[in-house]
């Protein structure tokens, strides 16, 4: 199953976007999600994630109190509110569901974790 995420755009430094990411499948429940982002030549960046009952989430504290993770799994949608956008927040953002590998210790901050990463939507933030 891949996931499609969208919503990026262009925007000054200080608006906002909501990103969306969906899947073709009803495959969001029972599993937790998160937001990746990654700029061109580096890995990618743990930016939030949310557990499936969308009772716990977890921000990266660069976008601490600027972003808000979300979830409607009768809608098998994940959302990301982002705020204050700055130039730094440029990056491809990815969605992906918490489905670690038999035997694994990773982290929800790696991206190991997850699967079912699409194409991603780009986020460019002008100063």
């Known amino acids: 199953v891949q996931l499609q995420a969208s919503g990026g755009g262009l925007v000054q430094s200080g608006g906002s976007l909501r990103l969306s990411c969906t899947a073709s499948?009803?495959?969001?429940?029972?599993?937790?999600m998160g937001w990746f982002r990654q700029v061109t030549g580096k890995g990618r960046e743990f930016v939030s994630y949310i557990d499936w009952s969308a009772g716990a989430t977890y921000y990266a504290d660069s976008v601490k109190g600027r972003f808000t993770i979300s979830r409607d799994n009768a809608k098998n949608l994940v959302s990301l509110e982002m705020n204050s956008l700055k130039p730094e927040d440029t990056a491809v953002y990815y969605c992906?569901?918490?489905?670690?590998?038999?035997?694994?210790?990773?982290?929800?901050?790696?991206?190991?974790?997850?699967?079912?990463w699409g194409q991603g939507t780009q986020v460019t933030v002008s100063s």
């Open positions: 499948t009803r495959i969001f429940s029972g599993y937790g």
């Open positions: 992906g569901i918490d489905d670690p590998p038999l035997g694994s210790a990773y982290s929800r901050m790696n991206s190991a974790r997850y699967k079912g």
